[in-house]
């Protein structure tokens, strides 16, 4: 339960001094279950780097050890402490870098229950150690990998994460320069209301981002960044789960729910600062792929959005269905150049400093694709 992390290429843009030493560090030093859990983690994730089976083995012994000390805390009927949170925040990021999302559930459960009787999320997002926004943001992650609905609800995720005031749609006027007509712009002018204010605040967060990084504007606060991520992430698990859209949905509101589930998920980086494989999530945008060769115009640039911003958040650069959907999009709409890709992303949520590489890289093998 280390720090936030984000990708160090956001580095020029963010603002860090409002952090701590993480609270993995200070909980493990003073608290037994807090120091396996941890080390249960980190054993598992330098075992993912270095390759080394023993440091498996070692992290399931500390996880043994973790459940025996939280289930022992628990038994005593007591004021459950913020150590005992961390423990089972751990053990839930423990699970989730094995991919065993059924299991991990579980704690993401205890984790609910455990807040209210702490009297809900808001009492614990206030404190130094943001275990509340941990909380959150395990329960997000979770829901984004089983396609379930989130534990707590949107409401104790606005209460949690205190969301960016200048959201376009939580204030009367926004600033043109920054968001210029994006409300009038395609693809959020043919969106319902609930998809066109998540799509356009997630747009003004990226272009705040961008403005950032480039020098353009101030550095943002690395926490706020972090809250906005997990409370967007909440609005759109609440528009719908994935996979689990409201039927009658129009194909244009599926892309747009796919390509800003990927947008987010490329910020929600695991311990070893890797974006966590999302088998669902590519699942589905496969399945969007293939019908590629069936999408106007205007579904064409937003299908370009999703991907290339799918290449970002997945593994799927490789697969043989994306690159063709690519090289067909590219091909319809006539893109000659990795520039003119880009004047068409910058209608959509895309951050230059972690998405390029991975878009580059797409644009390559569909131009070099027979």
């Known amino acids: 339960m280390c720090a936030m992390r984000f990708s160090p290429e956001l580095d020029n843009g963010l603002d860090y001094g409002g952090l701590g030493v993480p609270t993995c560090v200070q909980y493990m030093l003073v608290d037994e279950a807090c120091f396996h859990s941890s080390m249960a983690t980190a054993l598992f994730c330098l075992d993912n780097i270095v390759g080394r089976s023993e440091n498996k083995l070692q992290a399931l012994r500390h996880a043994s050890r973790t ?22 925040i751990s053990m839930a990021q423990y699970e989730h ?46 829901s984004l990998q089983l396609g379930s609905p989130t534990a707590f609800t949107l ?51 990226a272009s705040l981002l961008n403005n950032a990084i480039l020098g353009n504007a ?8 972090y809250q906005d991520i997990i409370f967007l992430g909440y609005r759109l698990v609440n528009l719908g ?20 589930a990927a947008f987010l998920v ?3 980086q695991r311990w070893d600062g890797r974006v966590a494989q999302n088998d669902l999530l590519a699942e589905m945008l496969i399945s969007e792929a293939r019908q590629a060769f069936n999408a ?28 063709s959907a690519a090289k067909c999009t590219l091909h319809s709409l006539k893109v000659m150049s990795w520039q003119d890709a880009k004047v068409l992303l910058a209608a959509f949520p895309w951050v230059d400093a972690i998405h390029d590489t991975s878009g580059q890289a797409l644009w390559q093998k569909a131009n070099d694709s027979g």
């Open 155 to 205: 409401k104790e995720a606005e209460n949690g994460c205190k969301p960016l005031s200048g959201f376009p749609s939580m204030c009367l006027q926004s600033d043109d320069s920054i968001l210029p007509l994006a409300f009038g712009q395609y693809p959020a002018r043919a969106l319902p209301a609930n998809y066109r204010d998540l799509f356009v605040d997630v747009l003004f967060l």
């Open 241 to 260: 789960p994935l996979g689990g859209l409201p039927r009658g949905i129009s194909r244009l509101q599926n892309k747009v729910h796919l390509g800003l």
């Open 67 to 88: 459940v025996r000390l939280v289930n022992q805390q628990l038994s005593l009927k007591s004021a459950i402490t913020d150590f005992t949170i961390a423990a089972v």
């Open 296 to 323: 106007d115009l205007d579904g064409r640039e937003t299908l370009l959005w999703l991907l290339f911003i799918g290449a970002a958040a997945s593994r799927l650069l490789k697969h043989p269905v994306w690159v």
């Open 266 to 268: 490329t910020f929600l």
């Open 97 to 142: 870098h094995q991919n065993r999302f059924q299991q991990g559930s579980a704690h993401v459960q205890g984790l609910w229950q455990i807040s209210q009787l702490r009297g809900g999320v808001s009492n614990l997002t206030g404190s130094p150690s943001g275990l509340g926004q941990k909380m959150l943001r395990i329960d997000l992650e979770y």
């Open 218 to 225: 101030p550095k943002m606060d690395a926490i706020e960044l």
